[in-house]
């Protein structure tokens, strides 16, 4: 299996999985990992890290945006398999661990079901392990406020709504945002494309996620890495803006 992958940046890397995307920044030998695709998505995850020339024993951590399947899927493998820290925001750590769960559930897709693109992205979902169980057993919140000392130096930005925990991640040199499902461009179903929020029911508290958008609009840079659909190139906070004028 092939992985897609672009280079956007030095060193940076989106990574189109099926159906959903991830990130790697690479330094020197060392790498972060940065969400990780469904369950269903491993070989691609391992693909797309040998395309970069790295590997799963040079990922120095992993960072997870939210603990949604389709986002969590290999992080316990990873962490398992080759002793890779996992790491969340702290309100997220419970959530990873599954001492709960808040992900759109099924009959909340059934009462969506009319809505164009909704049924082919759930059995997608469901044959790519989008309701298994792939808890995280040693979950850890980010080691350090601001820039983190990892490749890339990513700063983790708190943006709940999505999830309670839900967190971007800023490459301020580089003028990346790495925004997961705080802030996407597209989603099989969307008919809408360019920034945006994901539809409503895949949100804990859509109030808050609308008002993440303020705390996105606030970051420089001009390339946007979402956790669904393509890169976006342009001001990311004219994309927060867009974002927000079309969930009025």
Not at 86 to 111: N, T, W
Not at 151 to 173: D, I, K, N, Q, Y
Not at 217 to 235: F, Q, T
């Amino acid at each position: 299996m092939r992985a897609e992958v672009q280079q956007v940046a030095d060193g940076t890397y989106l990574v189109h999985g099926s159906n959903t995307n991830w990130v790697i920044l690479t330094e020197g030998d060392s790498a972060t990992l940065v969400d990780t695709g469904y369950p269903g998505d491993r070989e691609l995850v391992l693909d797309s890290l040998a395309q970069v020339g790295s590997s799963p024993e040079a990922v120095a951590a992993v960072l997870i945006t939210h603990a949604h399947n389709d986002h969590l899927g290999s992080a316990e493998y990873l962490r398992a398999a080759h002793g890779t820290p996992i790491y969340l925001h702290e309100a997220e750590v419970p959530h990873a661990r599954r001492d709960f769960l808040h992900q759109v559930s099924v009959g909340e897709v059934l009462k969506n079901g009319w809505r164009p693109g909704v049924l082919p992205w759930a059995v997608h979902a469901i044959r790519s392990g989008g309701t298994a169980k792939v808890p995280v057993s040693a979950p850890e919140p980010f080691p350090a406020s601001g820039a983190l000392d990892l490749p890339g130096r990513p700063v983790p930005v708190h943006t709940p709504g999505h999830t309670l925990g839900h967190s971007a991640f800023h490459l301020p040199e580089a003028g990346v945002l790495i925004s997961g499902d705080a802030l996407v461009s597209g989603h099989p179903t969307s008919r809408t494309r360019g920034p945006q929020l994901l539809p409503d029911m895949f949100h804990h508290e859509r109030g808050r996620a609308v008002a993440s958008l303020d705390v996105l609009e606030g970051l420089a840079g001009d390339v946007l890495l979402p956790g669904h659909g393509p890169v976006h190139r342009g001001s990311v906070r004219r994309a927060a803006q867009r974002a927000r004028e079309l969930a009025v």
